[in-house]
């Protein structure tokens, strides 16, 4: 392969590279080599499929000619496999972050990076994808019903059955078959890049260069900033991620008409079947072929999935495939592959037990209700009946009371216990509730007092909610 190179790099200019040093792999079959004279710096690139080469050289060109930052293609050698491409340095966008993440999130530069990919996107999918030429697409001219069966099954085959997640087959079938009809919806008259993640955006200069793009295709705008946001190792701070495809769709929108509401209908949709491409990809090199490496992204995908039922809902009902997720999120084992460190969530809430006690449907099923109503109530007292626990007169009467104290005490010893089990074992969320009679003094005063604590003691997300007093305030009429 070098001597193949060498020959190749002397027919295009004239001399021979005095270095040619092997460059570290991706998951892919192609081999990737440094060539270096003491004029220049560039890439050559081995690999047998040639209908692989056609495609990523066909785009290449073709993005260049739309004045994208994609690599330049200087010379090539299809009966051998082998083109020469530009040098875009060692660092993607992966290691950018990785080596400016903060203990909060991402660095300001690396946030910066990330607005400045997000508004290339559109010009990638939108501008070039009216021009290019779809007949170079391999191995499907389209992300069509086949592409995605096929990913599917993937995930299926390599994941579900590898990692031995229990799984109906006949009524998963059914779900992919409602799910990729659901999907089927979306406009597709775009280019889809098909692997649109952090490894694939090189850093060069301050600016975003992309690679990788062979596998492209016609599809929907929705699932390559899917890709991107919901890249499992790349772990963007869930805030960020709603910034940014906020960004995106302003971006998108001065290049094509854009109904928002339409293409968030779909959103989650494209963002649950990348997750399913990027899981079957894990399972075939990291169960499959033992490369160890891959199984490391499990932790962070299972958060995405934990992430997602907790905060979307789908119009159509898939009740297998998301009794599958679910699956997922409880697993232990899944969690607790590689290195990942996931930060925890507690989500606290206070409530009446008139309404009935909260359901955790959308976590993983663990926490604690706490029954409050046996602990003093202000509520009997005129004074506090329209004041809540988060009052300061209410504060100051359960401050009084040894019972409160003990009884805060107790419950802070249990859920202590939980954080530190939940945070080794890599759990991403844990539900807390406190109830009452009426949801507004005891079970109020309870969660602040435990949101407090947590929030001083650990380095975690505390979600609190008062269900009775956001209803009170939702009913206020508004002047």
Excluded at 195 to 208: A, T
Excluded at 444 to 457: D, F, I, K, M, P
Aim: aromatic share 12%.
């Amino acid at each position: 392969m070098e001597t193949a190179l060498k020959t190749l790099f002397y027919k295009h200019y004239g001399h021979s590279p005095e270095t040619v040093t092997p460059m570290k792999g991706d998951g892919s079959n192609r081999k990737l080599f440094r060539l270096q004279a003491a004029d220049r710096s560039v890439i050559g690139a081995v690999n047998s499929d040639r209908h692989e080469n056609e495609a990523f050289l066909a785009f290449s060109r073709q993005f260049r000619d739309c004045g994208l930052p994609m690599p330049d293609i200087y010379a090539q050698d299809l009966e051998q496999g082998l083109y020469i491409e530009e040098d875009l340095g060692d660092t993607n966008l992966f290691q950018y972050l990785s080596a400016h993440r903060t203990k909060d999130g991402f660095a300001p530069g690396v946030v910066e990076m990330y607005r400045k990919v997000v508004r290339l996107l559109p010009r990638i999918q939108i501008t070039a994808g009216k021009t290019l030429d779809y007949t170079a697409c391999y191995p499907r001219a389209s992300f069509d019903r086949q592409s995605m069966l096929w990913d599917l099954n993937h995930f299926k085959y390599y994941f579900l059955q590898l990692a031995q997640v229990p799984f109906h087959e006949s009524a998963l079938e059914d779900d992919f078959q409602r799910f990729t009809d659901f999907l089927l919806e979306a406009d597709r008259d775009y280019f889809l890049y098909r692997d649109f993640q952090s490894r694939n955006v090189m850093v060069r200069e301050s600016d975003p260069w992309f690679i990788d793009y062979q596998g492209g295709r016609k599809g929907a705008l929705q699932y390559d900033i899917a890709s991107l946001l919901f890249d499992a190792k790349a772990d963007v701070p869930f805030g960020l991620r709603e910034e940014l495809l906020t960004l995106y769709l302003d971006s998108a929108s001065e290049l094509a008409r854009i109904d928002r509401a339409r293409f968030l209908k779909y959103y989650p949709a494209f963002v649950y079947i990348r997750i399913m491409q990027a899981m079957g990809a894990y399972g075939l090199r990291g169960f499959y072929e033992r490369k160890s490496h891959f199984l490391q992204s499990i932790p962070y995908a299972i958060r995405n999935l934990e992430y997602l039922l907790r905060t979307t809902e789908l119009p159509i009902e898939l009740p297998a495939l998301m009794g599958v997720f679910r699956s997922m999120v409880g697993s232990s084992m899944l969690r607790q592959y590689g290195s990942a460190s996931l930060k925890l969530t507690v989500r606290i809430q206070s409530f009446s037990f008139r309404g009935g006690v909260p359901t955790d449907d959308k976590g993983h099923g663990g926490g604690y209700v706490f029954d409050c109503r046996a602990l003093p109530n202000p509520g009997k007292h005129a004074a506090f009946a329209n004041l809540n626990g988060r009052d300061a007169a209410v504060v100051a009467f359960f401050q009084k009371e040894a019972e409160v104290d003990r009884f805060l005490k107790h419950a802070r010893a249990l859920i202590d216990q939980s954080v530190g089990n939940y945070q080794s074992r890599n759990f991403t969320d844990l539900m807390i509730s406190f109830g009452c009679t009426g949801g507004q003094h005891r079970s109020v005063y309870c969660a602040e007092v435990l949101a407090r604590h947590l929030r001083e003691r650990y380095d975690m997300v505390v979600e609190v909610l008062h269900r009775e007093l956001e209803k009170d305030e939702s009913a206020v009429p508004v002047t």
